[in-house]
């Protein structure tokens, strides 16, 4: 069956540092479709969680903070920019300490319902790439295409140091391949959506492979769903 690149949803599945969102970040711009970056979606809430001070398991206080919160992804100059009720929080959401607090928010069934719900609303129309732990399996079962982006995780924890020392965080790879191993047993033993590869997914094992091979791999089968007669 073709597909209509405007209408397509691409979902990107995996653990931290597999390479799944500058690909998807990279696929995006060159079909010009928007990219939903969910992860910082759940950082930002994260992030509030953390400055309130709230229990996780109140409740009642988390459904009054999830209902009065705001979490806007805007692009500017080429990237994305998180909003948190109106604040700039790209930088925020980004330090270690939130790092290890969005596991246990982010497998919060209240804050994924809410989270879900927006993703879905976002991609009613279809015409982005979003990547994740959960795009092909909960968010978006039904897409147009899905992959499940992994690597060893040696290979992931340089790839994170590198992002973390370019913004000035200095951590040893064993520490960044310590939080990653946590990170990785959290997110697939979860009770609510857990880290999986959807069965229809393709599997796309980066630990050898540079972002453009990624890239080039996951447009290569895009451009197969394309419909010949219009598209060239």
Same mark, same amino acid.
């Given at each position: ?25 990279? &696929?995006?711009? $060159? ?6 970056? +969910? ?54 959401? !980004? +330090? ?11 497998? @919060? ?9 927006? /993703?879905?609303?976002?991609? $009613? ?13 909960? &968010? ?14 040696? +290979? ?6 590198? %992002? ?10 064993? %520490? ?15 009770? @609510? ?9 393709? %599997? ?11 890239? %080039? !791999? ?5 451009? $197969?769903?394309?419909? /010949?007669?219009?598209?060239?």
């Amino acid at each position: 069956m073709s597909h209509s690149v405007s209408d397509m949803i691409i979902a990107l599945d995996g653990p931290a540092g597999s390479g799944k969102s500058t690909t998807a970040k990279l &696929v995006a711009q $060159k079909l010009g479709l928007m990219y939903l970056d +969910t992860g910082a979606m759940y950082r930002a809430v994260a992030l509030k969680v953390y400055r309130s001070g709230i229990e996780l398991t109140d409740s009642a206080a988390l459904t009054k903070l999830l209902n009065t919160t705001k979490v806007e992804q805007v692009a500017e100059n080429g990237h994305s920019k998180f909003l948190l009720d109106g604040e700039d929080v790209t930088e925020d959401i !980004r +330090t270690p300490d939130i790092s290890l607090w969005v596991g246990p928010v982010s497998e @919060h069934p209240l804050v994924r319902e809410y989270l879900v719900s927006w /993703q879905r609303e976002i991609g $009613k129309h279809g015409g982005l790439v979003a990547d994740g732990r959960d795009i092909g399996t909960v &968010v978006f079962p039904d897409a147009t295409l899905k992959f499940y982006v992994e690597a060893d995780v040696h +290979t992931r924890a340089v790839r994170r140091q590198k %992002e973390l020392a370019a913004r000035g965080i200095q951590q040893s790879v064993e %520490e960044v391949e310590d939080a990653i191993r946590t990170r990785d047993l959290r997110d697939s033993t979860r009770e @609510h959506s857990p880290l999986r590869r959807a069965p229809d997914a393709v %599997e796309l094992d980066t630990t050898h492979m540079t972002i453009g091979d990624q890239v %080039e !791999r996951v447009l290569y089968l895009v451009a $197969k769903l394309k419909p /010949q007669s219009k598209e060239h």
